[in-house]
């Protein structure tokens, strides 16, 4: 029973620290360049660029 609850502290802790980047990413305008840069590799996979 021990491992179990081990198991879903460590699972909590890793999701708990994953919303903290994802919070901290969204508020330093990460997606912008994620947008930026996939729209550039998609026009020059297509041709467009």
């Known amino acids: ?10 699972f909590s ?17 990460g997606f912008r360049d994620v947008k930026n840069k996939a729209v550039r590799i998609c026009t020059e996979c297509i041709g467009l660029g």
Request: proline fraction near 0%; hydrophobic fraction near 65%.
């Open 1 to 10: 029973m021990k491992k179990k609850k081990v198991k879903i502290l460590i």
């Open 13 to 29: 802790l890793i999701f708990a620290l994953a919303i903290v980047f994802v919070v901290y990413g969204l508020k330093n305008d």
